[in-house]
T-cell receptor
Framework: GENVEQHPSTLSVQEGDSAVIKCTYSDSASNYFPWYKQELGKGPQLIIDIRSNVGEKKDQRIAVTLNKTAKHFSLHITETQPEDSAVYFCAKGGWGKLQFGAGTQVVVTP | GAVVSQHPSRVICKSGTSVKIECRSLDFQATTMFWYRQFPKQSLMLMATSNEGSKATYEQGVEKDKFLINHASLTLSTLTVTSAHPEDSSFYIC??????????????FGPGTRLTVT
């Protein structure tokens, strides 16, 4: 199973509202934390990532925050749009392999 | 940039036959590629790490003689599912790390291959 706990498993939001997904982990070695968006029948797409020497990173409507002391990181999507509907996966790793969370099904309703 | 392709996108094969899936990095070189399997409504499960010019490293529980991996060039890795059975039906996804970016962690994923074994 995953070594990354991801919550919630499903998230329904009204268009224009914000969505937040949180992941927690337990090891101290991981220093790279990417987020992927996967649409049905497609491969995952890297949407944002953060390294352990940074606490927050933002790219337009998407932001990621990392609390390395507490070992959790979160994805924030603001002003959600219907095209944001997808499954989102967090992951952790470094030079080696990535370990993925279980995924969050996000549904944005107009 | 950072485009990864997979071929075929869908394949149906009969039980007992073998099928090969190709993963290509189109605009960068990748000394390391990864092969994942994803069952419906589940997360990605790493099967193996493919290293150019050397043997692949398989995850625990993945049969190396059943899932043959060949990473013969800096832009191509192949996964061959040998003697396929219906339980091998799944979505197979590869990813590649850009080895020319001076130290990047990013993995870029292909579009996936849907394998159905009848």
């Amino acid at each position: 199973g995953e070594n990354v706990e991801q919550h919630p498993s499903t998230l329904s939001v009204q268009e224009g509202d914000s969505a937040v997904i949180k992941c927690t982990y337990s090891d101290s070695a991981s220093n790279y934390f990417p987020w992927y968006k996967q649409e049905l029948g497609k491969g995952p797409q890297l949407i944002i990532d953060i390294r352990s020497n940074v606490g927050e990173k933002k790219d337009q409507r998407i932001a990621v925050t990392l609390n390395k002391t507490a070992k959790h990181f979160s994805l924030h999507i603001t002003e959600t749009q219907p095209e944001d509907s997808a499954v989102y996966f967090c992951a952790k790793g470094g030079w080696g392999k990535l370990q993925f969370g279980a995924g969050t099904q996000v549904v944005v309703t107009p | 940039g950072a485009v990864v392709s997979q071929h075929p996108s869908r394949v149906i094969c009969k039980s007992g036959t073998s099928v090969k899936i190709e993963c290509r990095s189109l605009d960068f070189q990748a000394t390391t590629m990864f092969w994942y399997r994803q069952f419906p409504k589940q997360s990605l499960m790493l099967m193996a790490t493919s290293n150019e010019g050397s043997k692949a490293t398989y995850e625990q529980g993945v049969e190396k003689d059943k899932f043959l991996i060949n990473h013969a060039s800096l832009t191509l890795s192949t996964l061959t599912v040998t003697s396929a059975h219906p339980e091998d039906s799944s979505f197979y996804i590869c990813s590649a790390r850009d080895s020319g970016s001076g130290g990047t962690y990013e993995q870029y994923f292909g579009p996936g291959t849907r394998l159905t074994v009848t």
